[in-house]
């Protein structure tokens, strides 16, 4: 019997029935002996505290029942705290409804302004496709670029939303792709850095 399985035995909380190894190691180490006593007198302490049960007054759980059988009723509104403000203000001022009725304003102030750029970006936008082509041209990735142009061709004459849609659906792939070329220059950096 050691200290640490001594400390385990009295971890369960059953002194009564603790081994005579175990005793028989209390008795021959102080610190031992002083965990024992301070579990015994918790123990002691948690009897006396607990063995009295308080008196419960008369009528006591009907008084609750019924109280809880009103606010079931009413709904169980004793759980919710009131708000100070009222509705009206808590819905004006949630983050969401401010976005939706400020772009709802810039659109009915400036809203033909607003969507000839659009449109203009969305066409410089469906340009990117020639630029990547030709950019694979230059550096020697031919297959690739033909392979992208074809691919990409029919969505150039799609209409707008087909394009957006696209352009969406594209747009995650070529952002994990852009990630990875990152992360493997930053290892060649960091390989040629080392040398």
Do not use: K, Y
């Amino acid at each position: 019997m050691n200290c640490l399985e001594f400390e385990r035995l009295l971890d369960e909380g059953e002194l009564e029935r603790l081994p005579e190894a175990a005793l028989a190691h209390a008795r021959s180490c102080e610190a031992c002996a002083r965990s024992l006593a301070r579990a015994r007198s918790l123990e002691r302490a948690l009897e006396a505290h607990f063995s009295s049960v308080p008196e419960v007054p008369a009528g006591f759980a009907d008084r609750v029942m019924v109280r809880v059988e009103r606010g079931e009723a009413r709904g169980v509104r004793w759980l919710a705290l009131p708000s100070a403000l009222p509705w009206w203000t808590r819905v004006a001022f949630e983050p969401g409804v401010v976005l939706a009725l400020a772009t709802l304003a810039l659109f009915v102030w400036r809203g033909n302004r607003w969507l000839a750029g659009a449109h203009a970006a969305w066409n410089a936008l469906s340009a990117a496709p020639e630029w990547v082509h030709s950019g694979l041209l230059a550096v020697g990735f031919g297959p690739l670029a033909d392979l992208l142009s074809r691919a990409l061709a029919s969505v150039g004459a799609a209409p707008v939303p087909v394009q957006f849609g696209v352009a969406l659906g594209v747009a995650p792939l070529l952002a994990a792709i852009a990630w990875l070329a990152w992360r493997a220059g930053e290892r060649l950096v960091a390989t040629a850095g080392a040398r």
